[in-house]
């Protein structure tokens, strides 16, 4: 098992910039993969970015060139940097954890989000 806790979120101004922090804890050293999604009011949670172990991202096309993630896999946390904030950006934010377990069977884990509002 393996829980998540995302922080950083608040309210910042059209332009801004703002870091969210994902932290795992549990059988983290099975975890093969982290992403941010984003869920607005109304509409369906989107994949924002992903990193895999070995470090290669993926990232929404609305997002490429405005956000950054990255992991430290020594103090197992993830963050999500993210620069030129947008209106449309406004959006509850989750990590979300690629896991594989000894028989290779795969499981998603989810924290419970981190509310991120930008200001026009």
């Known amino acids: 098992q393996v829980q998540l806790v995302e922080s950083g979120g608040g309210l910042v101004q059209a332009g801004g910039s703002l870091r969210l922090s994902c932290v795992a804890s549990g059988f983290t050293a099975n975890i093969v993969g982290i992403g941010w999604y984003r869920q607005a009011p109304g509409m369906q949670r989107d994949l924002v970015a992903s990193?895999?172990?070995?470090?290669?991202?993926n990232y929404a096309d609305s997002v490429k060139g405005r956000f950054t993630i990255s992991r430290d896999n020594a103090k197992n946390s993830a963050y999500l940097q993210m620069s030129s904030v947008k209106p449309e950006d406004t959006a509850v934010y989750y990590c979300?954890?690629?896991?594989?377990?000894?028989?290779?069977?795969?499981?998603?884990?989810w924290g419970r989000g981190t509310q991120v509002t930008v200001s026009s």
């Open positions: 990193i895999t172990n070995d470090g290669r991202t």
């Open positions: 979300n954890a690629d896991y594989r377990d000894s028989w290779g069977s795969r499981s998603i884990f």
